[in-house]
């Protein structure tokens, strides 16, 4: 069975602290992304990665950055962390090629920024 | 960049089809649909996906007019379980671009 795992379910942090959130993915897929969800703003794309090492600016960057040295791991980092980034954070994995729009979705990070 | 939209919210009962509708005015010729389903604290899941006219599988339908500007996914005989939000989502393969809607909250009443 596919798996996409997401390293915390909730995590608590404190304004100015550096926060990563880490996902990791079994199937192999060349696409990971991360999404932030907000109630009333549905899935809002911060980063995705088709490649090892390439990385690719989606709808909500600022105050974000990810990191992808493994095919299968893709961090998302908040580099000082600020309040208005609590929220729900999505990990997502795809296949290459026409398999683009396949995601597959861990079970979510929920992040409070206090 | 599609833009896609749907309907915030719609209820229906058991036993009842539920069909959901999402706009895509400017869907380009390479770009297909697909449809998710998210339950609280859950991730979202993939229930179909289709590029034109009808697509079904054992949970779901899919339909695409000729102009493809617009999808429809239906779900027949609803029960209480398929209470969720329902994503559409547009893949623009040439851009390698991908355009969720907003989510359309289906409530399911016994």
């Known amino acids: 069975d596919v798996k996409v795992t997401q390293s915390s379910r909730y995590l608590v942090k404190r304004t100015g602290e550096k926060v990563f959130l880490e996902c990791v993915q079994d199937?192999?897929?060349?696409?990971m992304f991360w999404y932030r969800q907000d109630p009333g703003l549905g899935l809002r794309l911060i980063y995705f990665?088709?490649?090892?090492?390439?990385?690719e600016k989606g709808d909500i960057p600022e105050g974000y950055s990810v990191s992808r040295e493994k095919k299968e791991r893709f961090s998302l980092i908040l580099e000082s962390a600020s309040t208005n980034q609590t929220s729900m954070y999505l990990c997502?994995?795809?296949?290459?090629?026409?398999?683009?729009?396949?995601?597959?979705f861990g079970e979510g990070s929920r992040l409070t920024v206090l | 960049l599609a833009k896609t939209t749907q309907p915030i919210s719609m209820d229906s009962y058991e036993g009842q089809e539920v069909n959901i509708t999402c706009s895509h005015n400017n869907i380009a010729t390479n770009d297909y649909i697909t449809w998710y389903q998210q339950f609280p604290s859950q991730g979202p899941r993939f229930i179909i996906q289709g590029y034109k006219t009808k697509v079904t599988n054992e949970v779901a339908s899919l339909f695409i007019p000729a102009d493809r500007k617009s999808s429809t996914l239906s779900l027949p005989r609803v029960s209480l379980s398929d209470t969720a939000v329902y994503y559409c989502?547009?893949?623009?393969?040439?851009?390698?671009?991908?355009?969720f809607g907003a989510g359309t909250t289906v409530t399911v009443r016994a």
């Open positions: 199937m192999d897929h060349e696409n």
């Open positions: 997502a994995s795809s296949p290459g090629g026409q398999g683009l729009g396949e995601l597959f």
């Open positions: 990665s088709y490649d090892v090492k390439m990385k």
């Open positions: 989502l547009v893949t623009e393969l040439d851009d390698y671009k991908l355009s």
